[in-house]
C-alpha cells in the first residue's frame, strides 16, 4: 500500500517553455503534497507543501509564480514549471501523506533537463 | 526550527562490514526520525522509522537505527554489509507539522 507514482519519469523541453509533472497517490487520499527538488549530489529541498483544495505554501527562494502547483483532488497533485530555463534542469519528487498521518511516502522522481 | 546532520558524506566499507552511518539531529519539539534510501534517478525508499516507541528501530534489508536522546543521535546500523547495499541513505527529521528536513546524504559504498 500507500504507492505514489510520478509522471513523466523524464521529461527534456527547451528554455522558454512551460513543463507538467503530475504526482498521483494510487492507493490512499493524499491530504497533503510535498514537492521537492534535488541537484546533483545533493540532497533534497522542499519547495512547497500543498493541502487539497488549498494553495500551497512555499518555501523561502522559491518563486511561486514559476513553480505552479495544484492539488485539486486527494490523488493529484501537479508541478508546472513555467519558462523553464536550464538552471531548473533537476530532479523532482513529489511525496503524499493522509490526515494525521506523519509519514511522507515519495514517488520515483521526473528527471527535468532543460535545453 | 529542526535540523539534521549526516557526519560523512562518503562511508566505504568492505562486504561483510559493519555498516556505520551518523545522524544528529535538532529539534524543538519530539522528533520522527526516518532513515531512507536513494538509488541513482529514483525515489526514495524508507528504511525504518522512529516514533517515540522503541528506541532501537529495525527496519529493512537487516538495517536497524537507535534513537539517543541525550545524544541527539539516529545512527544507521547494518551488521554486515552487502553489495546491494551501496546508495545514498538520508536521515531526516519531522514535527507533527509533516515537514520532513533532510540531511545531506550519505554515500555507501561497498568494495568486494
Known amino acids: 500500500g500507500a504507492v505514489v507514482s510520478q509522471h513523466p519519469s523524464w521529461v527534456i523541453c527547451k528554455s522558454g517553455t512551460s513543463v507538467k509533472i503530475e504526482c498521483r497517490s494510487l492507493d490512499f487520499q493524499a491530504t497533503t503534497m510535498f514537492w521537492y527538488r534535488q541537484f546533483p549530489k545533493q540532497s533534497l529541498m522542499l519547495m512547497a507543501t500543498s493541502n487539497e483544495g488549498s494553495k500551497a505554501t512555499y518555501e523561502q527562494g522559491v518563486e511561486k509564480d514559476k513553480f505552479l502547483i495544484n492539488h485539486a483532488s486527494l490523488t493529484l497533485s501537479t508541478l508546472t514549471v513555467t519558462s523553464a530555463h536550464p538552471e531548473d534542469s533537476s530532479f523532482y519528487i513529489c511525496s503524499a501523506s493522509s490526515a494525521g498521518v506523519y509519514e511522507q511516502y515519495f514517488g520515483p522522481g521526473t528527471r527535468l533537463t532543460v535545453t | 526550527a529542526q535540523s539534521v546532520t549526516q557526519l560523512g558524506s562518503h562511508v566505504s566499507v568492505s562486504e561483510g562490514a559493519l555498516v556505520l552511518l551518523r545522524c544528529n539531529y535538532s529539534?524543538?519539539?519530539?522528533?520522527?526520525l526516518f532513515w531512507y534510501v536513494q538509488y541513482p534517478n529514483q525515489g526514495l525508499q524508507l528504511l525504518l522509522k522512529y516514533t517515540s516507541a522503541a528506541t532501537l528501530v529495525k527496519g529493512i534489508n537487516g538495517f536497524e537505527a537507535e534513537f539517543k536522546k541525550s545524544e541527539t543521535s539516529f545512527h544507521l546500523t547494518k551488521p554486515s554489509a552487502h553489495m546491494s547495499d551501496a546508495a545514498e541513505y538520508f536521515c531526516a527529521v519531522s514535527t507533527s507539522y509533516g515537514k520532513l528536513t533532510f540531511g545531506q546524504g550519505t554515500i555507501l559504498t561497498v568494495h568486494p
Open positions: 529539534s524543538s519539539v519530539p522528533p520522527y
